[in-house]
């Protein structure tokens, strides 16, 4: 079974900062890893799959990189929109989650 | 437009049966695998397991296998998540997804169904 571990698990932001949240595989997923956001009552929204290739409709404001066991997902400039939860998934034959990450004011 | 469209909310007691459902449209059902995907209130997601519509391989999470079971009826293009002894841990949101790419596993889900909020309680 393949674990993924996700941090921070909350995170305070302001409008225009930077983000980063990082996701690390028990094992090497290559690049099959995607990063999901959740809003409060809302099914989770693909933003990056193939850990980085951004999803149509999604800003360019948010970009995924990494291979292997090491993945990181970039807010370059947090909009107000962009507070909500944020999943990574690995996705081979089978699929985990990490725990998540709030981001948060 | 391709969508899900998943059963409404249940309330159930500890020890009956239950069986919710995720309908497809828009696109070709066979050809897509289907996951589930658990909530449980206020915690994060949980991969259930996944099934191929078009000859019902299915693949469970090792924590789901033995306690729910995965199924899907190609000839009304619908997935279905059933159990056959609720428990109060039950209590959960359940969603439906489906990957980008047919034909295979091996694709981050882009569509997904609205969800459907489970309730067991005596």
């Known amino acids: 079974d393949i674990q993924m571990t996700q941090s921070p698990s909350t995170l305070s932001a302001s409008v225009g900062d930077r983000v980063t949240i990082t996701c690390r595989a028990s094992?090497?997923?290559?690049?099959?890893l995607a990063w999901y956001q959740q809003k409060p009552g809302k099914a989770p929204n693909l933003l990056i799959y193939?850990?980085?290739s951004l999803e149509g409709g999604v800003p360019s404001r948010f970009s995924g990189s990494g291979s292997g066991t090491e993945f990181t997902l970039t807010i370059s400039s947090l909009q107000p929109d962009d507070f909500a939860t944020y999943y990574c998934q690995q996705y081979t034959s089978y699929r985990t989650f990490g725990q998540g990450t709030k981001v948060e004011v | 437009e391709v969508q899900l469209v998943q059963s409404g909310a249940e309330v159930k007691k500890p020890g009956e049966s239950l069986k919710i459902s995720c309908k497809g449209s828009?696109?070709?059902?066979?050809?897509?695998?289907i996951g589930w995907v658990r909530q449980m209130p206020g915690k994060g997601l949980e991969w259930m397991g996944i099934?191929?519509?078009?000859?019902?391989?299915?693949r469970y999470s090792p924590s789901f296998q033995g306690q729910v079971t995965i199924s899907a009826d190609k000839s009304i293009s619908t997935a279905y998540l059933q159990w056959s002894s609720l428990k109060a841990s039950d209590t959960a949101m359940y969603y439906c997804?489906?990957?980008?790419?047919?034909?295979?596993?091996?694709?981050?889900?882009?569509?997904w169904g609205q969800g459907t909020i489970v309730t067991v309680s005596s």
């Open positions: 099934i191929y519509p078009d000859d019902s391989n299915t």
């Open positions: 193939k850990a980085s």
């Open positions: 094992q090497s997923i290559s690049i099959w």
């Open positions: 997804a489906r990957p980008g790419e047919p034909y295979t596993a091996i694709s981050a889900s882009d569509i």
């Open positions: 828009g696109y070709s059902f066979t050809n897509y695998w």
